[in-house]
């Protein structure tokens, strides 16, 4: 009884949780639900064409092809509004301080990696220098003001190939000017990259790396696990 009791109290908690997303990604994105709609209307359209052309006067084949249209129809739509969810998740987070460290701290895939602190930062403005670890090499993500990051970039780097040279190091910005990478695309830019590092040479940039951590402190007001959506 006590099992059952807690599984049905679990529920509703996990559907106000999806209402939540739900509600929130509509409200940032008020075509996430046609974008949904429409490929769950495109899976169903194809099953109805597979049905006719391949299963004409056979019941059981034409409904077997139907069902397995509006199953994908159901699959495109929920990873639609996943995306579009995740997406709106960065779009309410997008300009705080640690932004670009809570994205790389909680999408990175792919042998990619990145400290939970910034390796650079100033107290006074909040400009921050991340950095990622990955296939691609070492990648510096400058958040703030680009005039600003741009000399902390060039001093990390150097810093980088003291410790680890030979290993290609590279910029992207988080700054929300021209040229700037959107916090949605930021995880997918990484994974662009050209291959530069196996899996074993990863792992010995890393120990290298952590030999510059120097164990800093986390900033007041640059928490990346800290950081919230706006409630606004």
């Not at 969810?85 to 990145?114: C, F, H, M």
Request: charged share 20%.
């Amino acid at each position: 009884m006590a099992k059952t009791s807690n599984k049905a109290n679990k529920t509703p908690g996990r559907m106000a949780q999806l209402v939540s997303v739900y509600r929130m990604t509509i409200k940032a994105d008020s075509t996430a639900l046609w974008w949904s709609l429409l490929a769950l209307a495109i899976g169903v359209l194809v099953g109805l064409l597979a049905s006719i052309l391949f299963a004409a006067g056979n019941v059981f084949t034409s409904v077997a092809y139907i069902m397995t249209g509006v199953l994908a129809g159901i699959l495109a739509a929920m990873i639609v509004m996943s995306r579009r969810a995740e997406r709106a998740a960065y779009s309410q987070i997008a300009g705080q301080a640690g932004a670009a460290g809570a994205v790389l701290g909680s999408s990175l895939r792919r042998n990619w990696r990145s400290p939970e602190m910034p390796v650079a930062i100033s107290p006074k403005t909040k400009d921050a220098v991340w950095r990622a670890l990955g296939p691609g090499g070492i990648v510096l993500v400058g958040e703030g003001s680009r005039s600003k990051v741009q000399s902390m970039l060039e001093d990390e780097r150097r810093k980088i190939q003291r410790i680890a040279p030979g290993v290609p190091v590279s910029f992207l910005y988080v700054t929300g000017d021209e040229g700037s990478v959107p916090l949605h695309k930021l995880a997918s830019s990484l994974y662009k990259m050209k291959k530069a590092l196996n899996r074993t040479e990863i792992a010995a940039v890393d120990k290298r790396l952590s030999a510059i951590a120097g164990g800093m402190p986390i900033p007041k007001g640059i928490d990346p696990n800290r950081v919230r959506a706006s409630r606004k």
